[in-house]
């Protein structure tokens, strides 16, 4: 078997195999013998027709198809491997030439694990940001608490901000409604800004039984384009105004919460909560400024059917967080105010850098021979099999060899990134 190689690109190579008369020969034994087990001649059961004899009655155009097809897929593989070359999906083979028993010439071209020259990982030069919790942070918490335990009185007034209102709405824009512009007995919180500037301060000073229209513009930067920095205009109806009376931020409210006496107690754990919060947020943070440096001192190329691979996994993604919705990934555009193709755009460089951030941490993983012990594995597995016991069909996945190997990889590639963290 000769070979030549040619590179289409860092991720894509094609290489040209000739097969010679040996090689064929080869390989039409192996074609005659498959195709004598159907053959049928008397005083032989089927399957059991010796080869030479069933030559004679098998069509010689038949026994060349098989055999090129046989010889094919024996040699593609070997022309990789002989080539150093790691093909990550199944060739696709091009026959160029074939004169049967005589020789064979054929194409393979595949997508391929490319070279990556790894940088210096060590001292990348990032920063690992400090763990802060301020008495802001703090005083958010307790006033999400204070607002828990707040009560509600149906007030006969005209609302003001800190109130909670039920109203019913319409947007309209040109005059004719908009997609998610109206509701029906919304419950609106008056001062929470969760609607766009000067729809919540319009409804302020209005009573109810109110009926009012608000002239609005949406923000620049909305995130529907069909609205952004577009005039509309609200038709509102108010029907219940409700004044919130938030306890107040004391030792009894503290002793609602759970086993504090104080509210200093409160605070105390309240910041112990945060700090590890966003221990762990700065953590991950550090992790991924680390690869994506680690990525720019690499020389590193996504290939092709890795990133449509994570294209196709983000998607998925958003269409199972919007079917839980009752939405469709339409909806999810609509919401995101960006046409298919603007989408594709943008998820194409998320799935490129994870593409190059997965093949760095799996060289660097090589080159310093870190594995995960098949101990380390089975714990794990036998730790998602507690936490998912309820759960048949996520037990008899579990069984699967290649969702260990997934699993495998995870922990490999976390046990990567804390030795990234520790050569800092």
């Known amino acids: 078997m000769k070979t030549t190689v040619k590179k289409i ?25 498959r195709l004598s087990k159907e053959v049928k001649i008397p005083g032989f059961r089927k399957g059991k027709v010796p080869a030479d004899m069933a030559e ?4 010689p155009n038949d026994v060349s198809q098989v055999a090129l097809d046989i010889a094919v897929r024996t040699a593609v593989p070997q022309a990789f491997i002989s080539n150093k070359q790691n093909p990550l999906v199944i060739p696709e083979v091009s026959v ?24 210096d990982f060590k001292k990348l030069g990032v920063k690992k940001p400090e763990i802060k919790v301020s008495e802001k942070d703090i005083k958010d918490v307790l006033d999400n608490i204070a607002s828990a335990y707040a009560e509600k009185k149906v ?4 609302a003001k901000l800190g109130d909670e209102v039920i109203i019913d709405f319409t947007g309209k824009k040109d005059g004719k409604p908009f997609d998610g512009g109206s509701a029906h007995d919304y419950t609106l919180a008056l001062g929470s800004k969760s609607f ?14 109110d009926k009012f229209d608000l002239d609005l513009t949406f923000p620049k930067d909305y995130h529907a384009e069909n609205l952004a920095g577009e005039k509309v205009v609200f038709e509102v109806l108010l029907k219940q105004i409700s004044e919130v009376v938030k306890p107040k931020l004391d030792d009894e409210l503290a002793k609602k919460c759970g086993p504090f006496k104080t ?19 700065v953590a991950e943070k550090y992790k991924d400024d680390l690869v994506e440096a680690l990525v720019k001192k690499s020389k590193v190329s996504a290939p092709e059917i890795l990133i449509s691979d994570q294209m196709r996994f983000i998607k998925d993604d958003i269409n199972r967080n919007a079917a839980a919705q009752g939405l469709k990934f339409e909806d999810f555009l609509k919401q995101i ?37 098949d ?31 997934d699993v495998k990889n995870r922990m490999t590639i976390e046990k990567t990134l804390e030795f990234l963290v520790n050569a800092q």
């Not at 690109?9 to 013998?33: C, M, N, P, Q, W």
């Not at 074939?98 to 070279?115: G, N, Q, R, V």
């Not at 380390?376 to 260990?404: C, F, G, Q, T």
């Open 96 to 119: 160029n030439k074939y004169a049967p028993d005589e020789s064979a010439e054929f194409t393979a071209t595949a997508d391929i694990l490319p070279d990556v020259k790894l940088g």
């Open 375 to 405: 101990d380390d594995v089975s714990a794990k597995i036998a730790e998602l099999r507690d936490v998912y016991k309820k759960s048949p069909e996520a037990l008899k996945n579990l069984k699967d060899p290649r969702v260990r190997q």
């Open 155 to 158: 007030v006969k007034r005209s």
């Open 337 to 373: 105010g960006k046409t298919e193709e603007e989408w594709e755009k943008e998820a194409r460089k998320v799935a490129e850098a994870r593409v190059k951030a997965s093949l760095v941490l799996q060289i660097l993983a090589r080159d310093q021979k870190i594995t995960v012990a």
């Open 56 to 59: 004679k009655h098998l069509n």
């Open 9 to 33: 690109s860092d991720t894509r190579v094609e290489i040209k195999v000739t097969l010679d008369k040996k090689e064929l020969s080869e390989a039409k034994k192996k074609a005659i013998e």
């Open 196 to 209: 766009i500037p000067g729809f919540e301060e319009g409804i302020v000073g209005h009573s109810v039984g």
């Open 263 to 281: 509210i200093d107690d409160l605070k105390a754990d309240i910041k112990k909560n945060l700090s590890a919060q966003n221990e762990h947020k």
